[in-house]
């Protein structure tokens, strides 16, 4: 038993870690591959917060609210970036080294860089490399703090709940630990806590073509739907505008600082196009510029449009991109001559476990933090580097709710073991693959950029058709990682759909061809579902 569990390994979830490790509290983080196989590790862009002079709080919560499409909770908003550069600073003093500029007097101040829908620069970087250069030192912190224990290769498979009174069945549920598969060992182990922290990251591997890595499965969205927790705004998921485009690059994304830096989207004969969609260009919001890429690829039939910096000096581009630089030349792309060959691809889900403003779930004792949660921060559209700024804020908001809790909170019950006695292992793992291809590619197709009710329609059926058949399974053998990732998708899968169905008009990320404008004619509305669960 430890006084808390925390449920992924990335900016969230290792910041929240370090916060409470300080107060004596005994400390579980649970990561499903290695530490650095999140999605933090491989953010590129940097994150969000006023420094400059010229910028200020008033103008960066505009450019958030703009971007939301009238969805976003303003009070989250200012929360957010009102703690921007307390959060920067305390990320220096674990150790993270953002670039930094030297100035006319001869002293160096942080380099900020200026992403889509900001309107000043306002991006605090580490290169082109942020997310790794955040991971590394906190989990090098992570690993010399005695009240931390980290466990690698560790996914788990059910929250554990139980209600306030014993004798009452009717009393609010609170979390209590999770069961949770030892990938190395295949063995299934019982944690109990206090207190659990969903920081699971998104799910963006819903779909064929994703910027995440093989972890960003929708785990934390799915385990607390399962447990009774609302969820919103599911049809919001972001795809990034430029992912390089190459049969053997993988999902490497093009960080959206390349287009702050004055970068042009072009089309194969060298015509930028931009202009024709948004009067602010390449610096338009990811929505719109995802939406016109993929308007010119499907109008012209062509693979792929391209992202032309080689108008900058070399050095210039070699010194802001060095990864990108090294990355592209590996497929003989030079990007000091040549332009980027990119398409869009799944990036960020705005929408998930509904929080209040200090990370708190609908279940007693469980918190939710990052991208598995929907805190009223993005609305109907993510802004560009407002990612890690809400892990780190929201980490810090749960450290204080969960300090001011934690000498209140009852030692959880006894747990059973995880029963395998009636399932076995199974001999037809091919099915897992092929139900993991099939979902994939139905929602890319079906409920990707554009979509259309027919088009939603058809998910759904074939969604619930997967469905069956995983639980089928689920039940019949021992659980493997795919397998629960799997079971975790559809589940997603089927969250997305059915958002995207309850909206009737095109908002932010959610185009749909048989409602192309905003309506207008009611106050935006949230997309909320209930599982029937909860116990609400």
């Not at 209140?408 to 292992?425: F, G, H, L, M, N």
């Not at 693959?433 to 990707?448: A, I, K, P």
Request: charged residues 25%; contains cysteine; proline residues 4%.
């Amino acid at each position: 038993m430890v006084d808390v569990l925390i449920i992924g390994s990335g900016g969230a979830g290792l910041s929240l870690a370090l916060k409470l490790a300080e107060h004596d509290i005994s400390i579980a983080v649970l990561s499903k591959f290695a530490l650095t196989e999140g999605s933090t590790y491989y953010a590129q862009g940097g994150i969000s917060a006023v420094f400059d002079v010229e910028d200020s709080l008033e103008s960066h919560i505009e450019d958030t609210l703009n971007a939301g499409v009238g969805l976003c909770d303003p009070e989250i908003v200012r929360l957010a970036v009102t703690y921007g550069k307390n959060s920067i600073n305390w990320l220096r003093e674990q150790g993270v080294a953002f670039t930094e500029e030297t100035v006319k007097s001869g002293e160096t101040k942080l380099h900020l860089t200026r992403e889509g829908g900001h309107s000043h620069r306002r991006v605090v970087h580490a290169a082109d490399a942020t997310g790794k250069a955040v991971s590394l030192s906190l989990i090098e912190r992570a690993r010399q703090h005695p009240g931390i224990t980290l466990f690698e290769h560790h996914n788990v498979v059910e929250l554990i709940t139980s209600h306030a009174s014993e004798t009452d069945r009717t009393a609010a549920k609170r979390a209590v630990g999770a069961y949770v598969l030892d990938t190395k060992a295949q063995q299934v182990k019982t944690f109990t806590a206090r207190v659990v922290v969903l920081a699971t990251g998104g799910a963006s591997k819903v779909y064929l073509y994703s910027t995440n890595p093989q972890s960003a499965t929708g785990d934390g969205i799915a385990l607390a739907w399962r447990v009774g927790c609302r969820v919103s705004n599911m049809e919001f998921m972001q795809f990034h505008p430029t992912c390089l485009y190459h049969p053997h690059a993988g999902s490497f994304l093009i960080t959206e600082a390349v287009r702050g830096e004055g970068g042009r989207l072009i089309l194969p004969d060298g015509t930028p196009f931009m202009h024709n969609f948004d009067p602010r260009g390449e610096l338009a919001p990811r929505d719109i510029v995802a939406r016109a890429i993929d308007h010119e690829i499907k109008k012209s039939g062509i693979d792929c449009v391209y992202l032309d910096i080689s108008h900058k000096p070399a050095e210039f581009i070699k010194e802001h991109f060095p990864t990108i630089y090294e990355k592209c030349l590996k497929f003989d792309i030079d990007i000091t001559r040549q332009p980027i060959p990119v398409v869009p691809a799944a990036h960020y889900t705005c929408g998930g476990v509904i929080t209040d403003s200090f990370a708190r779930t609908d279940i007693n004792n469980l918190y939710a933090i990052g991208e598995v949660a929907c805190t009223g921060l993005h609305g109907a559209n993510r802004m560009a580097s407002n990612s890690l700024l809400e892990c780190l804020v929201f980490a810090d908001r749960a450290k204080e709710d969960i300090l001011h809790n934690i000498g209140t909170i009852a030692t959880p019950p006894t747990i059973r073991d995880w029963d395998e006695s009636q399932v076995s292992d199974s001999d037809e793992e091919v099915v897992v693959s092929h139900n993991w291809d099939e979902l994939r590619r139905f929602m890319w197709d079906y409920v990707g950029i554009v979509r259309t009710n027919k088009r939603l329609e058809r998910a759904l059926h074939r969604m619930e058709l997967l469905k069956q058949e995983i639980n089928e399974y689920y039940g019949n053998f021992r659980v493997t990682g795919d397998l629960l990732e799997l079971r975790n998708l559809v589940i997603v899968a089927e969250l997305i759909i059915r958002c995207a169905q309850l909206r009737k008009e095109s908002r932010g990320l959610h185009y749909t061809l048989d409602y192309p404008d905003l309506d207008t004619s009611k106050a935006p509305q949230n997309t909320i579902l209930t599982p029937i669960t909860s116990q609400r």
